[in-house]
């Protein structure tokens, strides 16, 4: 295995990312799995300024939604953007630069929470906003191929996000907007999105599939990137956020269902044409494409108006997130795999031990956003009947009855989030015994200028 | 002829043997290999690598057709002059390719406008005008600051820092249950730290009306809860804050025993 500590191209830098991934999947859920257990064994455990829910809640949102996700998008932009242009990446050494210190500063922020690294995050992002738009600019084949066009399209939705994140706070609902929107544009759009790049570069690609219909993956691109953005708004239905928004985010959600019907076909299709070597790979990408269609087929159910009430501000929405955070990771755990023999020249062998590792990560992230969304329905309907017994917010009788209705769900989180944990060390040890000991294959050819 | 050669030639609606040509020409205009292009062809990937996804160029099809209709021509002439087939042959493959370039070609320039365009749609409406509506809605109502003393904002510093607003929220709404809680808050100006303090997961109880209700109220009541919650209720979890120090607790509970008053 060899790392170089100056990568000269686009294939020596994912190598460096194909190994961060896992090593930042083992901390995200180790992280989870100790958020989950000071709420659990609250009275139990010891506190401390760092070891106490709501500051490990903090540091979880920080390592999985921040962390993770920009591990991710650097991959994808590395070693997926050049590729789809047809050209080697135009100002790799300022793209590394721009990479290492997008990351640095999302480490950084995770230890320090200060508004001069949220400044310089935000022109950091910027940073990749222009690099990506000069590749694009300059590519060499006739077409942007798809893959490229997600991960172009996700930049620059980052770059929105850490605008608005970055906006003063002067009324009341500016909170509300700020963190509905930056939510809605990490978590609903870049997170989909970066998923949908992926899937698009391994249906084809990796299963050696022709693509069923380019203008069926326009419908689903240009959909979701104008529609994903607007559909957290209607979870602060009847908030102090302004009506219209409320109202344009339920419409817009279930107009939705347009480029998932679009994405999903052409996926069928395409998958259906695979050249029938790489059915493990299958079927994984079908299990991270049932999971993204049941989490979008939910966040457009839950548009309807008589449901916004029970599910708005609760666990439903934290679900619908790690719906499409676990399909992004599952889907670039799959790319990993994939890209093993290409960049390191080694094949995974695919044993139990290692089969196991994929299985419970599988297992354990769909279990997870299953029992969120069984304490985010619950929660929000115990709420409303509780309030309408007139006794909802009293540390007695009110709140007992939420308690019962979610306290097991929450504490199987905990269960579930270890189980996580275990899978997530699997991982890392079949991607580490894989690049060191893996058998000999041919390394992939690099792209030429 | 390869399976590859067939798919894209399904693929693009063209007989096998023009798409053969045609990624033969290419290959040698690019330096490739055949199947290098036809790949790129049916997949999406670049010509110059092995690489990603998803580029099925349907919109060639009606212009491959149409070049389709033009050999017959073409292989008459052939019949009738054998000699010349060779530059009608090279010509015919120069030429498709042209074709083939031409259609493909797609506008890097448009994309990024489609994207940038989008982008900046999204920040306008999604953000900066319903921003600004609010503030502008604040600003005409007589009664829009809210006054709160250094220890009450010392407090929420706290508060957010314990990052209580990971369960609770200070957050009612206009609909009938959530009314029951408390007066919906008025949109009003406010200092950042107790703007912040607002929360989006109702896991835990709503405390935006937490000092007019029992036993929220009662200063010793916070005290004894914070530092050890199962002095008051054994099932519902709550961290004890034991490390926080007695000043920054007794800012705190200043803070809990403001909300109430400020919201209404």
């Known amino acids: ?449 | 002829m390869s399976d590859l050669v067939n798919k894209v030639a399904e693929l693009l609606n063209a007989p096998v043997d023009l798409v053969q040509r045609s990624a033969e020409a290419r290959a040698a205009a690019s330096g490739t290999t055949v199947d290098a292009v036809l790949s790129s062809w049916a997949g999406g990937e670049s010509v110059t690598s092995a690489a990603p996804a998803a580029e099925a160029p349907k919109e060639e099809t009606p212009v491959e057709e149409e070049v389709v209709e033009e050999t017959p021509v073409e292989e008459e002439v052939v019949e009738e002059t054998p000699v010349e087939e060779e530059v009608v042959e090279i010509t015919g493959e120069v030429v498709e390719e042209e074709v083939l370039q031409e259609v493909e070609k797609e506008s890097s320039l448009s994309f990024v406008g489609g994207v940038v365009a989008i982008a900046i749609f999204t920040f306008l409406l999604g953000f900066s005008i319903p921003k600004n509506q609010e503030i502008a809605e604040v600003t005409e109502s007589l009664n829009n600051s809210v006054e709160v003393t250094a220890d009450v904002l010392k407090g929420a510093q706290v508060y957010n820092e314990l990052n209580c607003q990971s369960c609770h929220t200070q957050n009612v709404r206009a609909l009938i249950p959530d009314t029951q809680n408390g007066k919906v808050l008025s949109n009003k100006f406010a200092n950042e730290a107790l703007i912040k303090a607002v929360g989006n997961l109702r896991t835990a109880p709503d405390l935006s009306t937490n000092n007019t209700r029992e036993p929220t109220n009662n200063a010793q009541w916070l005290e004894r809860y914070l530092k050890d919650s199962t002095s008051v209720n054994r099932d519902i979890p709550h961290p004890s804050y034991t490390f926080v120090s007695d000043s920054d607790l007794e800012y705190l509970i200043t803070y809990l025993l403001s909300l109430g008053e400020n919201n209404e």
């Open chain 1, 1 to 449: 295995m060899k790392l170089k500590l100056i990568p000269k191209n686009e294939q020596e830098l994912s190598k460096l990312f194909v190994i961060l991934f896992p090593l930042v999947l083992i901390l995200s859920s180790a992280v989870m799995f100790l958020k989950n257990s000071y709420f659990t064994f609250a009275n139990l455990l010891p506190h401390n300024s760092v070891f106490n829910y709501g500051k490990l809640a903090s540091i979880e949102n920080q390592i999985s939604f921040h962390l993770l996700i920009g591990v991710s998008l650097s991959l994808l932009f590395v070693y997926l953007l050049s590729k789809s242009l047809g050209r080697k990446m135009a100002m790799f050494p300022l793209a590394f630069l721009t990479l290492l210190g997008y990351l640095g500063l999302l480490f950084l922020n995770i230890l320090i929470n200060h508004s001069i690294i949220s400044l310089f995050l935000t022109l950091i992002v910027f940073g990749l906003v222009g690099i990506s738009t000069i590749n694009v600019l300059a590519k060499k084949e006739n077409t942007i191929f798809t893959s490229g066009q997600h991960i172009y399209g996700a930049v620059m939705m980052l770059f929105i996000a850490s605008l608005v994140s970055r906006s003063s706070l002067d009324i009341y609902s500016d909170q509300l907007l700020i963190s509905a929107l930056s939510s809605s544009l990490i978590n609903m759009s870049v997170i989909p999105i970066l998923f949908m790049s992926a899937i698009y570069f391994l249906m084809t690609k990796a299963l050696g599939a022709t693509l069923y219909s380019k203008t069926l993956s326009s419908i689903s691109f240009w959909g979701f990137l104008f529609l994903l953005p607007w559909t957290n708004f209607k979870y602060y239905y009847g908030s102090v956020l302004p009506n219209w928004l409320e109202n344009v985010s339920i419409y817009l959600s279930l107009s939705l269902i347009i480029p998932l019907l679009a994405f999903v076909v052409n996926y069928i299709q395409t998958s259906q044409d695979n050249d029938g070597e790489s059915q493990k790979l299958l079927s994984r990408l079908n299990f991270s494409m049932i999971l993204f269609t049941i989490t979008t087929t939910l966040h457009i159910a839950s548009s309807f108006a008589n449901l916004l009430p029970i599910l708005g501000l609760t666990n439903f929405v934290y679900a619908i997130k790690f719906g499409y955070f676990s399909s992004l990771v599952i889907v670039v755990m799959s790319l990993i795999l994939y890209l093993i023999p290409k960049l390191f020249g080694r094949e995974v062998s695919y044993k139990t031990f290692d089969n196991l590792g994929l299985s419970g990560i599988n297992f354990s992230l769909s279990l997870y956003f299953i029992n969120n969304l069984i304490i985010g329905i619950n929660s929000g309907y115990s709420w409303n009947a509780g309030a309408n017994a007139g006794n909802p917010t009293i540390y007695g009788e009110g709140f007992q009855i939420q308690w019962e209705l979610i306290g097991t769900n929450l504490m199987a989180n905990t269960f579930i989030s270890l189980l996580f944990f275990l899978s997530a060390v699997l991982y890392f040890i079949t991607v580490i015994k894989s690049i060191s000991s893996g058998a000999v294959t041919t390394v992939e050819e690099m792209v030429s200028s």
